[in-house]
């Protein structure tokens, strides 16, 4: 049986998602001992620009033509609306070359071997449900659930999955929900019109598990994030240091560390500067 870590990295006008995912990679093979494997849109340039081949197990090459609008901030007084290419998480059964995989967002930085509990579970599909904000303070009813009259929320930010036949089911009714998605965004009282992965898994879940919530298991641990509110100020060795938004002092911050704690970071600029400086 093969284990392994699947990336899906898709660079926009200002973001690196690339860098973000090869220097992901390293902290996977470093704390967890697992090869990953990268998908994007424009594999000669991961190898030749990025070095890939030394830092992935396989580099696949998958178009991403629909994007979605996105808004993203770095600190609390910095706003941009960029491309957020976010459409093809729904192939990850498709594509991975393991028997046994984890999804990972880029920006979901691994400081632990936590994780590498999801490859001796009995469960053959796993994610997140419960969260914490590093903030103490801010409002987290968002993820809870999809939107306030209706399903528990999912975190598409780390799943874990067996190749199994029901999880084929899964990911193929997660593309029908995206090619579908103004209904079941209806259907689902999901007042943004922004396509979320988060949004269609957790649809995907309510439906596979007869409209109820026992067909995933909770992944190890909880979802621990950093919003694009916040700055993430250093990262050394498992130690991440961050600016955390004050509450009602917009612009101040109170500064935070985490030790050995994998730390879902939301502000990919202030990301983007300290693997630049890595």
């Given at each position: 049986m093969t284990n392994g870590v699947l990336l899906f990295a898709y660079n926009n006008e200002q973001i690196d998602y690339v860098a973000q995912a090869c220097y992901l990679s390293n902290r996977i093979l470093q704390y967890m001992g697992l090869p990953t494997t990268l998908v994007t849109d424009d594999v000669a340039r991961v190898r030749e620009h990025y070095n890939g081949d030394e830092i992935f197990d396989n580099i696949i090459e998958v178009s991403s033509e629909l994007h979605n609008k996105k808004r993203y901030n770095d600190g609390a007084l910095s706003e941009k609306v960029l491309d957020f290419k976010n459409f093809n998480r729904d192939n990850a059964y498709a594509v991975s070359p393991y028997d046994n995989t984890l999804v990972l967002d880029t920006d979901y930085i691994i400081s632990n071997d936590m994780l590498l509990n999801?490859?001796?579970?009995?469960?053959?599909?796993?994610?997140?449900?419960?969260?914490?904000?590093?903030?103490?303070?801010?409002?987290?009813?968002?993820?809870?659930?999809?939107?306030?009259?209706?399903?528990?929320?999912?975190?598409?930010?780390?799943?874990?999955?067996?190749?199994?036949?029901?999880?084929?089911?899964?990911?193929?009714?997660?593309?029908?929900?995206?090619?579908?998605?103004?209904?079941?965004?209806?259907?689902?009282?999901?007042?943004?019109?922004v396509f979320r992965n988060d949004f269609a898994f957790s649809i995907a879940v309510h439906i596979m598990s007869g409209y109820t919530d026992n067909f995933v298991a909770e992944l190890p641990g909880n979802m621990i994030y950093s919003t694009s509110k916040d700055i993430l100020e250093n990262i050394k060795d498992n130690e991440l240091t961050f600016l955390v938004e004050k509450e009602n002092r917009v612009g101040e911050y109170t500064l935070l560390k985490s030790t050995g704690l994998n730390v879902h970071v939301m502000n990919k600029f202030s990301l983007g500067r300290k693997i630049a400086n890595a």
């Open positions: 999801c490859f001796n579970s009995k469960h053959d599909l796993m994610m997140y449900t419960s969260s914490n904000d590093i903030s103490g303070w801010r409002d987290t009813s968002e993820f809870s659930l999809i939107s306030e009259t209706s399903i528990k929320f999912y975190w598409a930010t780390c799943v874990f999955f067996k190749k199994t036949e029901s999880n084929k089911i899964f990911f193929n009714l997660i593309t029908h929900i995206k090619e579908n998605y103004e209904h079941y965004r209806n259907l689902y009282q999901i007042t943004t019109k």
